[in-house]
């Protein structure tokens, strides 16, 4: 079924490298995201975003989702919906590769941005009846968790960037 494998209600981990700086940032119901940094990336890799993988999970349910689209919106809704969701974790994968962790959160910017276009294309799917109320809820609270995840990893950039 999809939609196995949540996470625990109110916890949004946002980036979780070997060692480093514990930094928690409050949200909605007063719940703590926590974010482990190291000082460099060398020696990660992307992959160990935990927002990144949320992102990525979504892009496979999605693109799994869009395949019982209609023909007609192969190079409409559908082409989209894809090209917005898969932007998520590939503008996460490209901003970290840049030196600077200024770069890096205006990748993470640019996730957010297309966050919110796959959220209003969702809705846009469930009026148009191509995806069920159902789908369109499972998807939506995974994007908004993504939102929140991508909020979060904004919050800690900004913070080291401070200083």
């Keep these: 079924m999809v939609g196995s494998g949540e996470l625990g ?10 060692g480093g700086v514990i930094v928690e940032y409050m949200y909605e119901e007063e719940e703590s995201i926590m974010l482990f940094e190291e000082e460099n990336h ?6 160990n975003l935990k927002v990144w993988k949320k992102a990525h999970e ?5 693109y799994k989702m869009t395949n019982d689209f209609p023909e007609d919106e192969r190079f409409g809704l559908t082409s989209q919906l894809r ?6 974790p590939t503008n996460l994968a490209e901003g970290y590769g840049r030196t600077t962790s200024a770069d890096f959160k205006r990748f993470v910017m640019i996730s957010l941005g297309f966050a919110n276009e796959v959220e209003y294309l969702l809705l846009l799917c469930k009026d ?13 609270e995974k994007i908004i968790q993504i939102t929140k995840m991508l909020y979060g990893l904004k919050k800690a950039i900004e913070a080291k960037l401070r200083g």
């Design 9 to 18: 209600a109110g916890r949004f981990p946002v980036l979780c490298l070997g």
């Design 58 to 62: 979504v892009v496979l349910e999605i």
């Design 128 to 140: 148009l009846g191509y995806i069920s109320k159902e789908y369109y809820r499972h998807f939506n």
């Design 83 to 88: 090209r917005a969701v898969v932007s998520i």
């Design 42 to 47: 060398y020696g990660s890799h992307y992959r």
